[in-house]
């Protein structure tokens, strides 16, 4: 059954990359909780930096919404689900508003989210040099998809009032609803994989408070919050594609790597493992001696290049994991975790630090990007994730690769990019499944009950008879 709500919202879209939208959207969020309002944050596409500011300004979890890799369905049972208690609902688009999977059509972009939960869209722009021209940036942006709502402009980099009332007055067609002056002091640093992660030590709170007070200066967030609350009803979904309650009575134990090294999660898988069942134990492969009593590990994704000489040099926890592995424990690893489980990581300035072992390559870091984009698996076959034959959608943003290539160990993924050749991959050697690809599994619930199941039969095993 579907409920209609009201669910104020509102989409903060740019008119590129490199615009300014992550920190109008934290500086957004941060401004409305200072006014006592709870808010829901939301990330159109893959990322999973972005999501960690949110979460600093908003002092909840940012949840993703990828049109490409979970659908529609999916995308609006996880923004009814997590916007449910809030007053407004604050989204931050992914590149340019129109920019997606493809270049000749919206899928995968910030407009099609927006046209998918009916949400205003205000537009940031990098106005440094700007004037009338504004206007005509407004008027393209507002008529190349007349569904797409253009509610307003956000104006990045002026160079101070005098200028906002310029592209004000400019701006007719679509109100200017602020602006943002270079502000170091709320500056984000940054690194290969984009910006830092947020935690205290990257990102003081300072920064984020600085963000919140500039765009309480600078912002009409009156007009703002009214845009929002003018969005029109929007079903709640039902449909059953989405992550259900958690259950009471926990199948399995599933321990999590999570710490600096390792950190990249959809807070949607984490929650669809505890829907089916799992309970999910944090742990820090950096400094616990053993992850905890499991049966299951997940490694995410992360930096451990940045730690690998901590992560090296904690050899119970590696002795702990080869343990668990030759136990036959199920371990599922992505990406940065992939690379824990190789021979050893070269980092840039040519050290080698030995890991798992478990993959008969070397993980080396380059200092140019290696992969990136979306990819369909397809396993070919059985997997701690199920049946051969299942199919899921995921991405790859990666700087490293593995040498040489691995000989002597089973391919379980088909991957299919969707701009470059097919290949093998996805590492499986007993019970681990090692890839390269961060999927997300909205886009086949069943790699997520797979894993589940694997992990409950792991833990029958090891059950006193």
Same mark, same amino acid.
Not at 61 to 76: I, K, T
Not at 220 to 239: F, G, K, Q, T, W
Not at 408 to 432: C, K, M, Q, W
């Given at each position: 059954?579907?409920i209609?709500?009201?669910?104020p *919202?509102i989409?903060?879209?740019a008119?590129g990359?490199?615009?300014?939208?992550? #920190?109008?959207?934290?500086?957004?969020?941060?401004a409305?909780?200072s006014?006592?309002?709870r808010? +829901?944050?939301f990330?159109?596409?893959?990322?999973?930096?972005?999501?960690t500011?949110?979460?600093r300004? +908003?002092g909840?979890?940012?949840?993703n919404?990828?049109g490409?890799?979970?659908?529609?369905?999916?995308?609006?049972a996880?923004?009814?689900?997590?916007?449910?208690?809030a007053?407004?609902?604050?989204i931050?688009g992914?590149?340019?508003?129109?920019?997606?999977?493809?270049p000749?059509?919206?899928?995968g972009s #910030?407009?099609? !989210?927006?046209?998918w939960l009916?949400a205003?869209?205000?537009?940031?722009t990098?106005a440094?040099?700007?004037?009338?021209t504004i206007?005509?940036?407004?008027?393209? &942006? /507002?008529?190349?998809?007349?569904?797409?709502?253009?509610?307003g402009?956000?104006?990045?980099?002026?160079?101070?009032r005098?200028h906002?009332d310029?592209l *004000?007055?400019?701006?007719a067609?679509?109100p200017?609803?602020?602006g943002?002056?270079?502000?170091?002091?709320a500056?984000?640093?940054?690194r290969?994989?984009?910006?830092?992660y947020?935690?205290?030590?990257?990102?003081?709170g300072a920064?984020?408070?600085?963000?919140g007070?500039?765009?309480?200066?600078?912002?009409d967030?009156?007009a703002?919050i009214?845009?929002? *609350?003018s969005a029109?009803a929007?079903a709640?979904?039902?449909s059953?594609?989405?992550?259900?309650?958690?259950? *009471?009575?926990?199948?399995?134990?599933?321990g999590?790597a999570?710490d600096?090294?390792?950190? &990249?999660?959809?807070?949607?898988n984490?929650r669809?493992?505890?829907?089916l069942g799992?309970?999910?134990a944090?742990?820090s492969?950096?400094r616990d001696a053993?992850?905890?009593a499991?049966?299951?590990?997940?490694?995410?994704g992360?930096?451990?290049e940045?730690?690998?000489?901590?992560l090296?040099e904690n050899?119970p926890?590696?002795?702990?994991?080869?343990?668990?592995?030759r136990?036959?424990v199920p371990?599922?690893?992505?990406?940065?975790?992939?690379?824990y489980?190789?021979r050893? !990581?070269?980092?840039?300035?040519g050290g080698?630090?030995?890991?798992?072992?478990a993959?008969p390559?070397?993980a080396v870091m380059?200092?140019?990007?290696?992969a990136?984009?979306?990819?369909?698996?397809?396993t070919?076959?059985p997997?701690?994730l199920?049946?051969?034959?299942?199919r899921?959608r995921g991405?790859? $943003?990666?700087?490293?690769?593995l040498v040489?290539?691995?000989?002597g !160990?089973?391919? /379980?993924?088909a991957?299919r990019?969707?701009?470059s050749?097919g $290949?093998?991959?996805? &590492?499986s %050697?007993?019970?681990?499944l090692?890839s390269?690809v961060?999927?997300?599994? %909205?886009?086949n619930?069943?790699a997520?009950?797979?894993?589940?199941?694997a992990?409950a039969?792991?833990r029958?095993r090891t059950?006193?008879r």
């Amino acid at each position: 059954m579907a409920i209609a709500s009201g669910r104020p *919202r509102i989409l903060i879209g740019a008119t590129g990359s490199g615009a300014g939208k992550t #920190t109008v959207t934290v500086g957004l969020i941060a401004a409305l909780r200072s006014r006592g309002m709870r808010v +829901a944050a939301f990330k159109c596409g893959p990322d999973y930096l972005d999501p960690t500011y949110h979460a600093r300004a +908003a002092g909840a979890v940012s949840h993703n919404l990828d049109g490409w890799m979970m659908g529609r369905d999916a995308v609006l049972a996880t923004f009814t689900r997590c916007s449910a208690e809030a007053d407004v609902s604050v989204i931050e688009g992914v590149m340019g508003l129109f920019d997606g999977a493809s270049p000749a059509s919206e899928e995968g972009s #910030t407009a099609e !989210i927006a046209k998918w939960l009916g949400a205003p869209v205000i537009l940031v722009t990098d106005a440094s040099g700007m004037a009338r021209t504004i206007a005509a940036v407004a008027h393209g &942006f /507002a008529h190349f998809d007349p569904a797409v709502k253009l509610a307003g402009l956000i104006c990045n980099r002026i160079g101070g009032r005098r200028h906002l009332d310029l592209l *004000r007055e400019a701006s007719a067609e679509i109100p200017v609803l602020g602006g943002l002056p270079v502000d170091d002091a709320a500056a984000f640093p940054e690194r290969h994989l984009g910006l830092f992660y947020a935690d205290e030590a990257h990102v003081p709170g300072a920064r984020i408070e600085a963000c919140g007070r500039n765009a309480a200066e600078w912002f009409d967030l009156d007009a703002m919050i009214a845009i929002a *609350r003018s969005a029109p009803a929007l079903a709640d979904c039902a449909s059953g594609e989405g992550v259900r309650a958690r259950r *009471r009575d926990p199948r399995c134990r599933i321990g999590i790597a999570q710490d600096e090294a390792f950190h &990249f999660y959809y807070d949607d898988n984490l929650r669809r493992l505890e829907s089916l069942g799992a309970e999910l134990a944090p742990f820090s492969p950096i400094r616990d001696a053993a992850p905890p009593a499991a049966d299951g590990l997940y490694f995410g994704g992360g930096y451990p290049e940045a730690h690998a000489r901590a992560l090296a040099e904690n050899r119970p926890m590696l002795e702990a994991v080869r343990s668990m592995l030759r136990r036959g424990v199920p371990i599922y690893a992505e990406c940065g975790g992939l690379m824990y489980f190789a021979r050893a !990581i070269r980092v840039l300035d040519g050290g080698v630090f030995p890991m798992i072992g478990a993959i008969p390559a070397e993980a080396v870091m380059h200092d140019r990007l290696q992969a990136l984009g979306y990819v369909e698996v397809e396993t070919t076959r059985p997997t701690i994730l199920g049946a051969a034959g299942l199919r899921f959608r995921g991405h790859q $943003f990666r700087y490293s690769t593995l040498v040489p290539e691995p000989h002597g !160990i089973e391919r /379980a993924y088909a991957v299919r990019p969707r701009r470059s050749a097919g $290949f093998d991959e996805g &590492f499986s %050697a007993g019970n681990l499944l090692a890839s390269y690809v961060h999927a997300h599994w %909205a886009s086949n619930p069943q790699a997520a009950a797979g894993f589940v199941d694997a992990c409950a039969a792991a833990r029958a095993r090891t059950l006193p008879r």
